[in-house]
């Protein structure tokens, strides 16, 4: 049975004199019929649209509505077929309903996963839509792409994406300079081998990405740890072969950097001949403003292509979904050469067959709704949770509403000598709960806090989270 029957039948509508808002009424409105089964999984709604026409009221109201559903987890989209009832919505349902009374930890059998799920939601990703571009590409595949692997990776992809760069980030860039990567860790073992990092100086944020840490020492570069402030990554007075950062937004903390230390950054790389790596990483959803020109940008503008020092690393996995393995690095005009015979030494390990189809779903026009669609439904969770954690956790908390990103940053007020961040990150690994200690990102004189995700998890297990981190801490005391 469709919304529009139910509508229909039972006679539901909004009431204007009521002081709660249209959007909240017909949200509440929704749920019950959910709730008592009228509507159940795999059920579609109709168009905002037309559900304004039915209630008489503004289309922003149905869209605010379902826009909150959509956040609960409670409504999926799907593109060119419409709005339904999410599937997971009944699993998590049942699971809850499983759940104790009272704040003892769940068994970790018990607990559903997701609860600070910082990638995409994939409930919400188009599958459908991907279907198509993966059959239109390969109905009549591209006969080069049977015979040998493309050096740098597949054209009409990298062209894709020097398109989708210029228009989301005004980046602007040719597509010969990009290079196409089987994710981050291929884009940093390219980077080591082009630039040949082995023993040289490699300056690092503190704190920074883990992985990031471990893979260049691994690769045999000798790393400097270079504090962050409310600026960015410190300038440092001794010279460096690279620094690795993220200007955009800094991973873990989520600033972003100032224009002024970009440009001390890029004075820096000219006097030093140091190359800079602008590592987008976790910066592609902003909720408030445009983010600051990229260093590559800046780099362009102000140089000639042959003192150009900046490379550029992203990735689509955040935008898609995480097992798809697709980055992508963009160089300057005088390393092409290097990356390119860099790739062919290493072997070219980015997925071929995907690559056609992820270059016809980027340029089709429901990927940019998409991304709009994703954009308020996490910005809807962030605030959930931001108020949920100050509410909840105040006492305890120091909670840090982001401009950007997939998860939040709960700095911790106070903390004993018999625990620390990263006896809670255990306590909630040991009841299924991802939750990565600030303190772990450090090389020195770490922070105590949490990194909290809200992209990939509904608000109901948001809350469940939340609980579960309470119980947690208050048994820390």
């Known amino acids: 049975m469709s919304l529009e029957d139910d509508l229909a039948t039972l006679n539901i509508n909004v009431d204007v004199r009521n002081p709660q808002p249209l959007y909240l009424q017909?949200?509440?409105?929704?749920?019950?019929?959910?709730?008592?089964?009228?509507?159940i999984a795999g059920n579609q709604l109709p168009s905002s649209r037309k559900l304004a026409k039915l209630l008489s009221i503004s289309r922003t109201s149905t869209l605010?509505?379902?826009?909150?559903?959509?956040?609960?987890?409670?409504?999926?989209?799907?593109?060119?077929a419409g709005i339904f009832v999410s599937q997971l919505k009944t699993k998590k349902s049942a699971t809850i309903e499983q759940a104790p009374s009272s704040q003892r930890p769940l068994p970790t059998e018990q607990i559903p996963s997701g609860f600070f799920?910082?990638?995409?939601?994939?409930?919400?990703?188009?599958?459908?839509?991907?279907?198509?571009?993966?059959?239109?590409?390969?109905?009549?595949?591209?006969?080069?792409?049977?015979?040998?692997?493309?050096?740098?990776?597949?054209?009409?992809?990298?062209?894709?994406?020097?398109?989708?760069?210029?228009?989301?980030?005004?980046?602007?860039?040719?597509?010969?300079?990009v290079i196409i990567t089987a994710g981050s860790r291929d884009s940093m073992t390219l980077i080591a081998e082009a630039l040949s990092l082995s023993g040289k100086e490699v300056a690092l944020e503190n704190p920074c990405y883990p992985l990031l840490k471990h893979s260049l020492k691994t690769l045999g570069a000798q790393l400097s740890h270079i504090d962050v402030d409310k600026q960015g990554m410190q300038v440092p007075a001794?010279?460096?072969?690279?620094?690795?950062?993220?200007?955009?937004?800094?991973?873990?903390?989520?600033?972003?950097?100032s224009t002024e230390r970009r440009l001390a950054w890029l004075e820096y790389s000219q006097q030093h001949n140091c190359w800079l790596v602008e590592d987008d990483y976790d910066a592609e959803f902003q909720y408030h403003k445009p983010?600051?020109?990229?260093?590559?940008?800046?780099?362009?503008?102000?140089?000639?292509?042959?003192?150009?020092?900046?490379?550029?690393?992203?990735?689509?996995?955040?935008?898609?979904?995480?097992?798809?393995?697709?980055?992508?690095?963009?160089?300057?005009?005088?390393?092409?050469?290097?990356?390119?015979?860099?790739?062919?030494?290493?072997?070219?390990?980015?997925?071929?067959?995907?690559?056609?189809?992820?270059?016809?779903?980027?340029?089709?026009?429901?990927?940019?709704?998409?991304?709009?669609?994703?954009?308020?439904?996490?910005?809807?969770?962030?605030?959930?949770?931001?108020?949920?954690?100050?509410?909840?956790?105040?006492?305890?908390?120091?909670?840090?509403?982001?401009?950007?990103?997939?998860?939040?940053?709960?700095?911790i007020k106070n903390h004993s000598f018999d625990w620390d961040d990263r006896y809670i990150e255990q306590r909630l690994a040991s009841q299924g709960i991802y939750a990565p200690a600030l303190s772990a990102h450090y090389a020195n004189n770490p922070q105590q806090g949490l990194l909290l995700g809200f992209s990939g998890a509904a608000e109901e297990l948001l809350s469940q989270g939340v609980t579960q981190l309470k119980t947690v801490m208050e048994r820390a005391k």
């Open 64 to 80: 605010n509505a379902y826009d909150q559903l959509i956040a609960e987890g409670i409504l999926i989209t799907r593109p060119s």
């Open 26 to 39: 017909l949200a509440a409105h929704i749920r019950q019929l959910i709730s008592t089964q009228r509507l």
């Open 291 to 411: 983010p600051l020109a990229p260093l590559f940008s800046m780099a362009k503008q102000q140089y000639p292509d042959d003192r150009q020092t900046v490379i550029f690393v992203g990735s689509f996995s955040k935008l898609m979904f995480r097992t798809l393995r697709i980055g992508y690095l963009i160089v300057p005009p005088a390393l092409i050469s290097s990356f390119l015979q860099a790739q062919s030494s290493l072997g070219n390990l980015a997925n071929i067959p995907i690559q056609p189809a992820l270059a016809d779903f980027i340029s089709h026009r429901r990927f940019a709704s998409h991304l709009r669609r994703m954009r308020r439904c996490y910005q809807q969770r962030r605030d959930f949770l931001h108020a949920l954690l100050s509410q909840q956790l105040g006492d305890q908390l120091e909670v840090e509403l982001p401009e950007s990103g997939m998860h939040l940053l709960a700095h």
């Open 117 to 177: 799920e910082s990638g995409p939601d994939i409930e919400q990703f188009p599958a459908a839509e991907w279907a198509r571009s993966l059959a239109r590409v390969w109905r009549h595949p591209d006969s080069n792409l049977l015979r040998h692997v493309p050096q740098g990776g597949y054209w009409p992809l990298r062209e894709t994406v020097s398109r989708y760069l210029k228009a989301v980030r005004n980046l602007e860039c040719e597509p010969e300079q």
């Open 238 to 257: 001794a010279p460096m072969s690279l620094a690795w950062m993220s200007a955009a937004r800094q991973y873990p903390l989520g600033l972003p950097m």
